[in-house]
């Protein structure tokens, strides 16, 4: 281990570049030569994966006084991380391509990637501010990037509740530092079984609501299914996938850290119940497909934050598998959104297995995968969720989180069942058609059932 070690953080500056590169290199290029930018981005993402892939295989490390770890959970996010975003901008070339501001876009999707492995590996309070600045700024911009009312009044609401969010953070991380003399995690888990619980629990709370801003749930999830809907497919995908794998795994590790005396468990799991349970009510009278989708991913992050609740000792297992199933999934559902744009409501995607059948079985993996469905990853990422709960102690949290999987069940059947009844007058062959989004969804959907299948190699025995 070393105390100053930049090269741990390899991944992380290798996105750096690409962003840089992304955004000056974008400044010189013509519109039709933009394809260049979008070439970087991926060799970015993919040395990131790489040196990702290396760290994780190598020992575990630590950089800057120990304010970053390289662990299994660091190599995860970075895998998910890197691995989400690529297929996003997979999902958007067709989108993006000759767009005015195809270069930029790449530099915000690098940037906020960046944030979130941060959020995902650090181990101090201080750097968990930075992370959270470095993934949420970029949001705002990408949903911006749209330029019409919609997207300016959900810029305008993103910006709002994460400039609120962040200094509601910023006080708690004051809070927990004032009172301990450290922002470090290692010493503030010896520090603070000594503090006042209730003055504890109140920094913690404040901390908590930064994170729930940047994963997208309650009480920071307002803006998400207004962002969903407004913004670009890419944004749309973006936003609803990458900023929260970093964030759970911040909130999962800053319950470690917190004394039993505090009941981390408690305060995360109700807020995963209250996550879960609001964002498939919300979705049930939804009928544009993206709002839907919003819904859908405000649900997903109770389930996630079930496993956080338990801490990284606990529920890690089931977190980081539920992190490799849940972006593939939803990213699945959004770029079969994407293929066909001119599908915005449910009941455009009227008789679409007729005209795109192919779209259809991937909508089908992709909204059964969501609701937890055999042999999909999620379905493995509830059940080792539902499990965990059980075995650490809080059953009432599975009980809650089967009841909101059936729940759940209604409103992805509604689409379905419009996707697959007969419509002879169905437009789809009239209908502006996205090959790359196409082929991002086979891809996606293909993973979530590949690695729900092979969950028995992936676990440890």
């Given at each position: 281990m070393t105390s100053l070690s930049p090269a741990v953080l390899l991944p992380e500056l290798v996105l750096v570049a690409g962003a840089l590169a992304c955004l000056i290199g974008g400044s010189f290029l013509r519109r039709t030569q933009q394809w260049m930018a979008r070439i970087g981005a991926v060799v970015a993402l993919a040395g990131s994966m790489a040196a990702a892939g290396v760290a994780l295989a190598g020992p575990e490390q630590v950089a800057f006084g120990g304010s970053y770890r390289t662990d299994l959970t660091t190599g995860i996010v970075r895998l998910a991380v890197a691995g989400a975003t690529l297929l996003v901008i997979w999902l958007g070339s067709d989108e993006l391509a000759g767009s005015d501001r195809e270069s930029e876009t790449y530099t915000l999707l690098l940037l906020a990637a960046t944030g979130s492995m941060i959020l995902g590996g650090t181990q101090d309070l201080l750097v968990l501010a930075v992370g959270f600045l470095i993934t949420g700024i970029p949001l705002y911009g990408l949903i911006g990037l749209a330029r019409d009312r919609l997207s300016a009044e959900a810029t305008l609401k993103t910006y709002l509740i994460g400039a609120l969010a962040g200094i509601v953070m910023l006080l708690g991380i004051v809070l927990l530092a004032g009172l301990t003399g450290t922002s470090s995690y290692s010493a503030l888990t010896d520090r603070l079984p000594e503090a006042p619980a209730a003055v504890v629990i109140l920094g913690a709370v404040a901390v908590l609501v930064g994170l729930l801003f940047e994963a997208g749930a309650v009480p920071g999830h307002f803006w998400v299914p207004d962002a969903t809907q407004a913004s670009s497919h890419t944004a749309a995908a973006f936003l609803t996938t990458v900023p929260k794998i970093g964030a759970v795994?911040?909130?999962?590790?800053?319950?470690?850290?917190?004394?039993?005396?505090?009941?981390?468990?408690?305060?995360?799991?109700?807020?995963?119940?209250?996550?879960?349970?609001?964002?498939?009510?919300?979705?049930?009278?939804?009928?544009?497909?993206?709002?839907?989708?919003?819904?859908?991913?405000?649900?997903?992050?109770?389930?996630?934050?079930?496993?956080a609740a338990l801490g990284l000792t606990t529920g890690g297992p089931a977190l980081l598998f539920y992190l490799i199933g849940y972006p593939v999934t939803n990213l699945a559902a959004f770029a079969v959104?994407?293929?066909?744009?001119?599908?915005?409501?449910?009941?455009?995607?009227?008789?679409?297995?007729?005209?795109?059948?192919?779209?259809?079985?991937?909508?089908?993996?992709?909204?059964?995968?969501?609701?937890?469905?055999?042999?999909?990853?999620?379905?493995?990422?509830?059940?080792?969720?539902?499990?965990?709960?059980?075995?650490?102690?809080?059953?009432?949290?599975t009980v809650i989180l089967l009841v909101n999987t059936l729940i759940s069940l209604f409103y992805y059947l509604r689409w379905l069942i419009l996707v697959f009844r007969s419509a002879p007058d169905d437009p789809g062959t009239a209908l502006v058609r996205r090959p790359w989004a196409t082929g991002a969804a086979v891809v996606a959907a293909a993973a979530s059932v590949v690695v729900g299948l092979a969950a028995g190699s992936l676990l440890p025995g």
């Amino acid at each position: 281990m070393t105390s100053l070690s930049p090269a741990v953080l390899l991944p992380e500056l290798v996105l750096v570049a690409g962003a840089l590169a992304c955004l000056i290199g974008g400044s010189f290029l013509r519109r039709t030569q933009q394809w260049m930018a979008r070439i970087g981005a991926v060799v970015a993402l993919a040395g990131s994966m790489a040196a990702a892939g290396v760290a994780l295989a190598g020992p575990e490390q630590v950089a800057f006084g120990g304010s970053y770890r390289t662990d299994l959970t660091t190599g995860i996010v970075r895998l998910a991380v890197a691995g989400a975003t690529l297929l996003v901008i997979w999902l958007g070339s067709d989108e993006l391509a000759g767009s005015d501001r195809e270069s930029e876009t790449y530099t915000l999707l690098l940037l906020a990637a960046t944030g979130s492995m941060i959020l995902g590996g650090t181990q101090d309070l201080l750097v968990l501010a930075v992370g959270f600045l470095i993934t949420g700024i970029p949001l705002y911009g990408l949903i911006g990037l749209a330029r019409d009312r919609l997207s300016a009044e959900a810029t305008l609401k993103t910006y709002l509740i994460g400039a609120l969010a962040g200094i509601v953070m910023l006080l708690g991380i004051v809070l927990l530092a004032g009172l301990t003399g450290t922002s470090s995690y290692s010493a503030l888990t010896d520090r603070l079984p000594e503090a006042p619980a209730a003055v504890v629990i109140l920094g913690a709370v404040a901390v908590l609501v930064g994170l729930l801003f940047e994963a997208g749930a309650v009480p920071g999830h307002f803006w998400v299914p207004d962002a969903t809907q407004a913004s670009s497919h890419t944004a749309a995908a973006f936003l609803t996938t990458v900023p929260k794998i970093g964030a759970v795994v911040a909130v999962a590790r800053v319950v470690d850290v917190l004394p039993a005396a505090a009941h981390p468990t408690v305060l995360v799991g109700a807020v995963a119940v209250v996550t879960m349970t609001w964002g498939n009510l919300a979705a049930y009278p939804q009928t544009d497909a993206r709002r839907l989708l919003g819904w859908s991913t405000v649900s997903q992050v109770g389930y996630l934050l079930v496993a956080a609740a338990l801490g990284l000792t606990t529920g890690g297992p089931a977190l980081l598998f539920y992190l490799i199933g849940y972006p593939v999934t939803n990213l699945a559902a959004f770029a079969v959104v994407a293929a066909e744009p001119a599908r915005r409501t449910l009941a455009d995607h009227l008789g679409m297995s007729r005209t795109r059948p192919v779209l259809a079985g991937c909508l089908l993996i992709a909204l059964l995968g969501l609701v937890g469905t055999p042999p999909t990853a999620i379905f493995v990422g509830k059940l080792l969720v539902a499990s965990a709960a059980a075995a650490g102690g809080a059953a009432w949290l599975t009980v809650i989180l089967l009841v909101n999987t059936l729940i759940s069940l209604f409103y992805y059947l509604r689409w379905l069942i419009l996707v697959f009844r007969s419509a002879p007058d169905d437009p789809g062959t009239a209908l502006v058609r996205r090959p790359w989004a196409t082929g991002a969804a086979v891809v996606a959907a293909a993973a979530s059932v590949v690695v729900g299948l092979a969950a028995g190699s992936l676990l440890p025995g």
